[in-house]
Nanobody, 123 residues
């Protein structure tokens, strides 16, 4: 059974930083592209970033480009999202997601989701 468990969320002031983690189990982590998706209050899910299986390529939404970094440790079966220069509009629940076949920017196409971790950016 695929399990994705996010952690690291919390309350941070604008301009601050957080690092999210996603512990994966139940599948061969190093064989899957991995993605972060977020959902703000009252809005639909938004694709944030994807990293390929080996960690050599990564992709970002324009809204976070230059501020967020995605990485993975295949030996630890863990995905990360380093978030810097946080803004109020980054407030959302952040989900670690993956899929057997899909690795694009449509959140609704992903089959496997974690429970999410809340990030709140506020002074």
């Amino acid at each position: 059974e695929v399990q994705l468990v996010e952690s690291g969320g919390g309350l941070v002031q604008p301009g601050g930083s957080l690092r999210l983690s996603c512990a994966a189990s139940g599948f061969t982590f190093g064989s899957y592209d991995m993605t972060w998706v977020r959902q703000a209050p009252g809005k639909g899910p938004e694709w944030v970033s994807t990293i390929n299986k080996g960690g050599s390529s990564s992709y970002f939404a324009d809204s976070v480009k230059g501020r967020f970094t995605i990485s993975r440790d295949n030996a630890k079966n863990t995905l990360y999202l380093q978030m810097n220069s946080l803004k109020a509009e980054d407030t959302a629940v952040y989900y670690c997601v993956t899929d057997d076949l899909y690795a694009g920017t449509d959140p609704y196409e992903y089959d496997y989701w974690g429970q999410g971790t809340q990030v709140t950016v506020s002074s």
